[in-house]
């Protein structure tokens, strides 16, 4: 646990409950531009019957009230404004009209407390603000600041070390060559990683040798919270990585394999006390990985009580199949209806295509024995 600024804790995890110091407001003030009044002034005023109050006061912005109303009295105020003793409703403006320089009539009669917010109407003091465990939205910062909290405990970010195996890889900036690609994986994992509110540390490319990995995993699983290994695509490739992972510490692999597409090559360890991840070469298969197991793991880790993704409901707009004993995940764009409703357009293409995934706006599970889902279901779409 740490202290952050409260301005600068967008998206971390609460690390304890937060209670409200004080009352908000703190005072009684205008919901309306109008006239602050005593409302019984104001019973019985219709726009044929207007009850006649005299201006006394005119309240400014960021100021108290230079006195209290009496009988018949009433103080000019805009929509924020501090109401003075007595008052106990406003008339909005449009529902008055001035007939003189001190005069206003009512035109209609307002109740006691209308247009107004009472203090401690938003919280209480020692309210319950905020669990430990969320995650900050702008609202929250918003709020706590309007209490005067201006920092926060969360939960420290975790280092998150990403080693990538490949003979195949070159980094971004170079021109591959022949047999070769640039290395996708690491810098999507390192944004899933930020935009999970945790810190990415790229150990660089590795060659398809035992040695060199494995010195780069152990270093990797010293300076950090949780490793990820991105193996190269060959079978070769990803036992060699289940092998690396098993030697960096009891227990080890705990998963080597799991029933589902993409991602079947999915590693699951915990190494000395701190998880470590195998995900596939391909990259629709390693962010997808990424999001069914290492993201809520790192929430978990952080004491997270919300999932890390947002889903919405869709209506599939074909039929998908599926093999039975596995689950499938589709990648879907999603489009609006005419009737406001959304449409989950599957976007298929083969998992070692990237572009698969910025076509999509998210993906849609389907069950292990399911066998495919029929055009016109309603689906769940997990929001990347």
């Known amino acids: 646990m740490e202290e952050a600024p409260t301005s600068a804790a967008l998206d971390r995890v609460l690390a304890a409950d937060v209670l409200s110091p004080s009352d908000l407001p703190t005072f009684r003030r205008s919901t309306m531009d109008g006239f602050a009044v005593r409302a019984a002034d104001t019973f019985g005023a219709t726009e044929g019957l207007p009850a006649y109050l005299d201006i006394v006061d005119e309240v400014f912005m960021g100021r108290a009230p230079t006195r209290g109303l009496g009988t018949g009295q009433c103080a000019r105020i805009a929509t924020g404004g501090m109401l003075p ?10 529902q ?12 209609r009669a307002v109740a006691p407390g209308e247009n107004v917010v009472q203090i401690g109407e938003d919280v209480r003091t020692m309210d319950p603000l905020l669990t430990a465990g969320q995650r900050l939205r702008p609202q929250d910062l918003g709020g706590l600041l309007a209490l005067g909290i201006t920092s926060v405990p969360v939960a420290r970010r975790l280092s998150v070390g990403i080693v990538s195996g490949g003979d195949e890889l070159v980094a971004p900036e170079r021109e591959p060559g022949p047999g070769q690609i640039r290395d996708v994986n690491s810098y999507t994992l390192a944004a899933l990683i930020r935009r999970d509110g945790h810190t990415p540390c790229l150990a660089g490319i590795f060659p398809d040798d035992y040695a060199a990995l494995e010195s780069a995993a152990q270093t990797a699983l010293a300076a950090n919270d949780v490793v990820i290994l991105s193996a190269g695509s060959s079978v070769s490739a990803r036992d060699m990585t ?16 799991v029933s589902l597409k993409p991602g079947k090559p999915t590693i699951l360890a915990v190494c000395s006390g701190k998880p470590v991840f195998g995900l596939p070469g391909n990259p629709v298969s390693c962010m997808v990985t990424y999001d069914l197991f290492v993201a809520p793991t790192l929430a978990r880790l952080s004491g997270a009580t919300s999932p890390p993704r947002m ?26 209806r005419p009737d406001g409703g959304l449409d989950a357009v599957p976007v298929f293409g083969k998992s070692n295509l990237i572009f698969t995934l910025i076509r999509a706006d998210g993906m849609l599970k389907i069950p292990l024995d399911a066998g495919g889902l029929p055009a016109g279901a309603q689906v769940e779409v997990v929001l990347f």
């Open 85 to 94: 003793d007595n008052a106990d409703a406003v008339v909005m403006v449009e």
């Open 96 to 107: 008055t009209q001035e007939v003189g320089p001190t005069t206003i009539e009512a035109l």
């Open 242 to 257: 289940a092998q690396v992972v098993d030697s960096l510490g009891e227990p080890g692999v705990l998963v080597h394999g």
């Open 311 to 336: 889903s919405v409901t869709a209506r599939l707009t074909r039929n998908i199949a599926s093999a039975t004993g596995r689950e499938d995940y589709i990648q879907v764009r999603l489009e609006r």
